[in-house]
């Protein structure tokens, strides 16, 4: 009997999660789909029984989980881990504290049968008491706009598509990066990458927690992983030839980004020299700089790293 090879492998990293991993994998649970997908759990390390709950979760549902466990190497290479041994036509990931409507599968089944490189669709940001549907800032519905979305930096996440393994065989998320790796890897992804298609569903659900709504914590070694990203996106301009307009989304994003990033810095009580010495040893700060704006918030941002009014920044600039 010939083996039939699934339509889509659904990746899921696992590092102390034993509190929402099980819901997780619920969601996914999909009978009339059997055979069709696999999910696909990597226990990066867990200490807190996150592995053993992994293989009860492989028991009870054997013929669509299975199991891998490594040492605790960070949720790139946890993601790189499933990649390398999925069977799926497509590959999707999904975080082990979230979870995925009751029609993710059979739409995601659905969509394969376009034969897009990579698919797109909305997701629902979750926290108690209030859901909204969040959909990107530039309609993916074919890969010149698929380019340019990600060029904004708006749309990093891995959760929200669905990617070609055929075209993953050089593509994998950076090691040694612990920020924009996501971006890095929907841009080696989109550089090979010949189309695209968009849905225009919300089947995956981000819940914001306690953790996840307070403020992630910026050092100033962090400006390094803010140099490849500017990189990453300038060399991924040159190598799809999008021109000045793709040189100048990606400034003006990565602008945004640094802003906000000063901003941070400043309110964690950084002294105003040390970020400027930071942010001065990105090699091509200024170029950022001196990108054209769009809006008056961009002028702003162009302001808070021109006359470096972080202390100001700090109370106007939210972002991430």
Request: hydrophobic content about 40%; overall charge neutral; aromatic content about 8%.
């Amino acid at each position: 009997m010939s083996y039939l090879a699934p339509a889509i492998s659904i990746i899921v990293p696992v590092y102390e999660a034993k509190s929402t991993l099980e819901r997780c994998v619920n969601s996914l649970i999909d009978e009339e789909f059997t055979g069709q997908y696999e999910i696909i759990l990597v226990d990066d390390g867990s200490r807190d029984g996150s592995g053993v709950l992994c293989d009860a979760l492989r028991q009870r549902y054997p013929s669509l989980v299975h199991v891998v466990h490594q040492e605790n190497v960070g949720v790139s290479a946890a993601r790189n881990a499933g990649i390398d041994i999925a069977a799926g036509t497509y590959l999707s990931f999904v975080d082990s504290d979230d979870y995925v409507t009751s029609d993710f599968v059979r739409i995601c089944a659905s969509m394969t049968r376009s034969d897009s490189d990579i698919i797109f669709f909305d997701y629902v940001r979750e926290r108690p008491g209030i859901r909204h549907i969040v959909k990107p800032p530039v309609i993916p519905n074919d890969l010149e706009s698929a380019r340019l979305l990600a060029l904004t930096c708006e749309s990093n996440s891995p959760c929200t598509k669905l990617y070609k393994r055929a075209l993953c065989k050089g593509v994998r998320f950076p090691l040694g990066q612990s920020l924009g790796e996501d971006l890095i890897f929907n841009l080696r992804f989109l550089a090979v990458a010949s189309s695209a298609a968009y849905i225009p569903d919300a089947m995956y659900v981000y819940v914001e927690n306690d953790g996840s709504r307070t403020e992630s914590e910026a050092c100033l070694q962090d400006v390094r992983e803010y140099e490849l990203m500017l990189q990453g996106l300038l060399d991924f301009c040159s190598t799809c030839r999008l021109g000045n307009q793709g040189r100048d989304l990606a400034l003006s994003s990565m602008r945004r980004v640094i802003a906000n990033y000063a901003a941070r810095l400043r309110r964690q009580g950084f002294d105003k020299l040390k970020i400027a010495r930071a942010l001065g040893s990105i090699e091509r700060i200024q170029d950022v700089i001196d990108a054209p704006t769009v809006g008056w918030k961009d002028v702003f941002r162009r302001a808070v790293l021109s006359h470096r009014l972080y202390s100001l920044a700090s109370f106007a600039l939210k972002g991430k």
